[in-house]
């Protein structure tokens, strides 16, 4: 081999180094810039969820669909009659680093079932009212005296807001509001299931079990990223009392436990 010879085979493998080198250092920015990305993407990154709640609730005088439902969040474990009222909110909590927007909420639950069960125990109870689902999606809750109560789930079961700010902003979280609907059902059948002319036997043809409702939450982030998250939330009875120091006549006084899980 010639000098000259040796002296391209020289020029042509510093080449290939350098190449390969090249190739090494692009790799390796890539991935910083990847890593870097990844923990901008994380910096601004959304995270919903719900927290459990105590429910005091009450169902005052009979049950019948004229009478409204009242449920208050039970505070630092204490029953108390503050907040008491028909509409109920889940807090909803934002865990991660930014802000989420165009928050949307959709609830789902088997309204059918509901309506099945609740009028089957009103008839064996001989209660003075019953439950009507009309093809159009209107819940009624009609009393054999004519007075009657209607939800249109179409508008109730879906719910939009505009932002969640991260929760060590936003520390009391965002309250969504629980579909009255539900929570009319869920009463009416604790009412009825506890009630004192109820025989055991009646209760075991229960179908319902521990009611629940699921809600599925979508949003996005700053940069426009979508997220999309399921929970089911389960209503168990923790405390029931037929009646109240207070209110000795009333129908359902009591403590529920409101909890998630993620579907």
Request: charged share 20%; glycine share 6%; proline share 3%.
């Amino acid at each position: 081999m010639t000098l000259a010879e040796e002296i391209s085979l020289a020029a042509t493998v510093g080449t290939c180094v350098a190449a390969i080198a090249a190739c090494i250092v692009a790799f390796l920015t890539f991935g910083t810039l990847r890593e870097l990305r990844a923990q901008r993407t994380a910096a601004y990154k959304p995270e919903l969820t719900p927290v459990q709640q105590q429910i005091f609730a009450r169902f005052p005088q009979a049950a019948t669909a004229s009478i409204g439902i009242d449920w208050a969040e039970v505070d630092s474990g204490t029953l108390s009659d503050v907040g008491l009222g028909h509409r109920y909110f889940v807090r909803l909590f934002n865990l991660g680093n930014g802000a989420a927007k165009d928050v949307k909420v959709c609830w789902t639950y088997d309204v059918q079932k509901f309506v099945t069960v609740i009028n089957s125990m009103a008839q064996r109870g001989f209660f003075d009212f019953f439950v009507v689902l009309s093809a159009n999606q209107a819940l009624s809750f009609e009393s054999k005296k004519g007075s009657r109560a209607t939800f249109f789930l179409r508008t109730e079961l879906n719910s939009k807001y505009d932002y969640i700010l991260p929760s060590s902003v936003e520390k009391e979280g965002l309250r969504v509001h629980l579909p009255s609907s539900f929570q009319r059902l869920v009463s009416l059948y604790y009412s009825m299931l506890f009630d004192s002319s109820t025989s055991k036997e009646e209760i075991n043809k229960d179908q319902l079990g521990s009611p629940s409702i699921d809600c599925v939450i979508a949003y996005r982030d700053i940069a426009g990223n979508s997220y999309r998250s399921k929970f089911r939330f389960v209503v168990n009875v923790f405390v029931y009392q037929a009646g109240s120091v207070t209110e000795p006549n009333s129908r359902f006084d009591g403590l529920l436990e409101f909890s998630a899980v993620q579907a």
